[in-house]
């Protein structure tokens, strides 16, 4: 099963899986954000102004937004 037809797969039938298929989402960007921290973490000192930390910066902040924006899906 290729990641299309597993992503495919899920049961959104009602809104309870429905809910639970977001909470996957914010999970696996979650995991991604910890990747990208680690990433940072990993520049040395005299590399923290260039523009791929910038770049790794940039991305948390953003991945931070859609986290946000995602969570808000079913709050009400």
Same mark, same amino acid.
């Given at each position: 099963?290729?990641? &299309? ?5 899920? +049961?959104?039938?009602?809104? #309870? &899986?429905?809910? &639970?298929?977001?909470?996957?989402? *914010?999970? *696996?960007? %979650?995991?991604?954000?910890?990747? %990208? !921290?680690? $990433?940072? %973490?990993? *520049?040395?000192? @005299?590399?923290? #102004?260039?523009?791929? $930390? #910038?770049?790794? !910066? @940039?991305?948390?902040?953003?991945? +931070? %937004? ?7 899906? $079913?709050? $009400?």
């Amino acid at each position: 099963m290729t990641k &299309k037809d597993l992503l495919m797969s899920v +049961d959104c039938s009602t809104r #309870g &899986k429905r809910r &639970k298929a977001v909470m996957l989402i *914010i999970d *696996i960007i %979650e995991r991604i954000r910890t990747s %990208e !921290e680690a $990433y940072i %973490e990993r *520049i040395p000192l @005299n590399l923290q #102004g260039s523009d791929a $930390y #910038g770049a790794a !910066e @940039n991305s948390i902040i953003m991945i +931070d %937004e859609a986290i946000d924006v995602i969570s808000s899906i $079913y709050d $009400y």
